[in-house]
Every structure is written in C-alpha cells, then in structure tokens.
C-alpha cells in the first residue's frame, strides 16, 4: 500500500525540517520527501493545517499485562497509546508475574506481536520480584528485549543493592530507571505536604521524599559511572539536584509527565481520586521549575507514566484510593493546549520530548522524516478542539483528572510501519 500524505507541515528535530512538504510512503518506509509530489497509486491524505512529525515514543507506560488485565491488557494500552499519538510504548514491569526474566519479557513482546497495535518494548526489573534484595538477571533481560531496567513503583531503598545494579547495568549498557522516593518520609502520605493538605485534612508527602532519594542516586551513578535515569521528577529541588549532577558530567537523563507540569495539589479539593498520584501533584512553585528545566535541558523528555485502574480502585476515600492517572489519551493535547499554546513551550522542542530524546535515553536509533527510515508518524490537528470524555477511552483505566476540560490540539492520525493506526481518535485496525 502507498500512502501520500499531502499539504502538512513537516517538523522534525533531527532531520531539521520545518516547512510544508509532502511525504510519500510504500512498503511500511518513507520513500520520498517532496513539494507537490504526484502518485497516481497512492492513497492520498490531506493534512493541510496538520503537523506531521515523527512517531511519539512514551518511554513510561503501565500495560498491566500479565497478570492485572482487569486494569490493562497490551490490546488495550496499544490502542489507548495510538489514539493518544504514539507509535512506541516502554511497559513497565510491575506485573504478575514481573519482568525480571527472559520467558517474562518474551511473552510481552510475542503479545504484542499478536494483539498490539503499535510498537511495544518492556523495561526489565532492577531486583528480582522488584523486592530490592537481589538483582535480576539483566542479561538474560537484556537478550530478551528489555530496553531498561526499573522497579518503577517500588525504590531501591537499599544503597548496595542500587550500587551493585547501576554497576551491572553499565556493562550493557542499560538506563536504570529509578523511581526516587524515601518510604520512610512518604509513609502513608496522599497528596502533596504543604498548605493544601493542611487545609483538605490528607497527610502529606514531603518533597523530601524524592529529593534525598534522587540526592543518593546521583552520587551512586557518579561513583559508578553508569547511566542513571530518574522517572517523573516532581520538585523544584529535584530539578535542581539533577542540574548540579550534569553539570559535574554525571550520565542522568530524566522524565516529567505531563500532569506535574499542568495540574497543582489546590485541584485535590474535590477529594477526586482521579487526581490522586505519586509522586503527587506539587504547588505551583514546583511546576514552575519544571517548566524552566525542560526549558534549560535539565529534564531530557516527557513521560506519561500511564497507570490505568480499575473503577473500584478509584471509587472510594481517598487515602483508601489507588496512586495513578491514566494518561495516554490526553498527554498529547494537555501539553499543546496548556504549554504550546500559551507559549510557554515551543512546538519544536514538544516534539523533541517525544521523540529524539526518549530514543537518546533508551539507545534507539531516534524516529526522523526522511526517505528510507522506517514509517512511523504522529500527525497533530493544532486547530482542533475536544472535551475529554473518559467514556470514550480505548483505555480500560477512566481515572484521568481532565476529565471535562476543553483542550485544543489533539493527534489526529497515527501511522505505523506505513500503516494507518488511529485517525481523529479512532482505531482504524
């Protein structure tokens, strides 16, 4: 099948494209970049209006699958990632079974194979059963796919263990993508420590938490030389840590989503367990420092962080709710119509955060617009308005705090291998 998409406007950090082109597509390739090509076999799509950009990469996604399909299975999360704009997904490996082996990791990617939609790389455990006592076996991990390794949910509390995993992980070599918080300072917390959970009556957590946990890593990766990268970093003094570290030559990359650059802990006053997630939404101090660091290149990309639940996880008490927001659908238009359009945040550099730089991170050849690379879009309506209806997820997780807001800029086609995925939000295969 050829496919000639027409009239957009191609933008394309690597291949340092910015103008209107056309672009023409065969075999699952890109095989020609032009003005005013003409195909007369080709299935042609008018993206006039449109930005045409290379496939988002999300390298932070919950699939659930195996084990809590009831949440998430890779047919669903593949679905949901397409519709939101992305052609590769990195699944975490807080499953059951946990990735922290070959037949694991394999049964991901065969799963995929079957019943995805998009591309679908899984991130190995640090520690075997993520129980943070002994490492797991990140060759055998390594051989069977895995891009990373990571107990995301669950921190190393244990400094040998994080020393032994970041030396282990170098010989590959393979990011450690760590989720920094002190259990000790979280304990029992549910939203952000601070005047808001004085005044809604919810024990706090304290930046603190991340911060000495981030403070260790760092040192750690220094000592060792490997490359640490640190997930959804919510704080201002994160932020400032992870500065200081790169400055020094320290190899940390890391992530932010896009609730903790659009959403403050003041939006918890509705005790909606939508808005409930960790690490928590901070104050507006904390988002403004986000901002300002994906701004000066401390933080590297954007991440999602997609973590679907069932609807009993999340009707009930507060404190009694499960952490996490199900965000895959509505990452792409929160950041084009909270950051892009106010301008806080150049359409170029979004583009960036979603492709180049999670592929830097991951040691990925980075997706690009040009002729023989691998066919791989994401197309942007910039012009197009929705209210976020939850209903509507391909997602099985409906726990997303957007829910009702108006946003503008959405995805607007999703292509893969050459082949039509998603268009204006539905799944085409």
């Not at 010989?171 to 002190?182: I, W």
């Not at 006053?269 to 403004?288: A, C, E, F, I, M």
């Not at 609807?311 to 199900?326: L, Q, R, V």
């Not at 792409?332 to 180049?356: C, H, I, P, W, Y």
Request: hydrophobic share 40%.
């Amino acid at each position: 099948m050829k496919l000639l998409i027409k009239n957009g406007h191609l933008l394309d950090p690597i291949s340092k494209i910015d103008r209107q082109m056309d672009i023409l597509i065969e075999n699952g390739c890109i095989q020609e970049l032009g003005e005013k090509l003409e195909i007369e076999d080709a299935i042609q799509i008018d993206a006039s209006g449109k930005i045409v950009c290379p496939g988002f990469i999300d390298l932070h996604v919950h699939l659930r699958e195996p084990g809590f399909e009831y949440k998430e299975d890779i047919a669903s999360g593949t679905r949901a990632a397409a519709a939101g704009g992305f052609t590769t997904v990195c699944c975490m490996p807080n499953t059951d079974p946990v990735i922290d082996n070959a037949a694991v990791a394999n049964f991901v990617r065969e799963r995929a194979l079957l019943s995805g939609v998009i591309h679908v790389l899984p991130i190995g455990c640090i520690t075997r059963q993520q129980e943070g006592e002994l490492l797991s076996p990140m060759a055998e991990l390594v051989a069977a796919g895995c891009v990373g390794v990571s107990d995301d949910g669950k921190p190393v509390m244990n400094a040998r263990i994080m020393r032994n995993a970041l030396d282990y992980a170098k010989m590959f070599p393979l990011p450690v993508m760590v989720h920094c918080e002190d259990e000790n300072l979280s304990w029992e917390g549910q939203m952000h420590e601070g005047y808001y959970s004085t005044l809604y009556g919810l024990r706090g957590i304290p930046t603190l938490a991340e911060e000495t946990m981030i403070a260790r890593d760092l040192m750690l990766a220094e000592y060792t030389g490997a490359h640490l990268h640190i997930c959804h970093v919510s704080t201002a003094g994160s932020v400032q840590l992870i500065r200081a570290a790169k400055q020094k030559g320290v190899a940390v990359t890391c992530e932010v989503t896009p609730h903790h650059l659009t959403l403050t802990d003041e939006i918890v006053g509705d005790y909606d367990p939508d808005t409930k997630v960790n690490p928590p939404l901070r104050s507006q101090k904390h988002l403004d420092a986000l901002l300002e660091g994906l701004q000066d290149g401390t933080i590297d990309c954007i991440a999602t962080d997609h973590a679907p639940h069932h609807w009993e996880d999340k009707d009930c008490e507060y404190n009694m709710a499960a952490f996490g927001i199900s965000g895959l659908e509505t990452a792409v238009a929160v950041l084009m119509d909270r950051l892009v359009r106010s301008g806080k945040l150049e359409l170029a550099e979004l583009v960036r955060f979603f492709t180049s730089a999670p592929a830097r991170i991951l040691g990925l050849a980075p997706p690009v617009l040009a002729a023989g690379a691998a066919a791989d879009l994401t197309i942007i309506d910039p012009d197009i308005e929705k209210k976020v209806d939850p209903k509507n997820f391909y997602s099985k997780g409906k726990n997303n705090p957007y829910k009702g807001m108006h946003l503008k800029g959405w995805p607007w086609m999703t292509i893969v291998d050459g082949e039509i995925i998603a268009h204006d939000g539905k799944i085409q295969v």
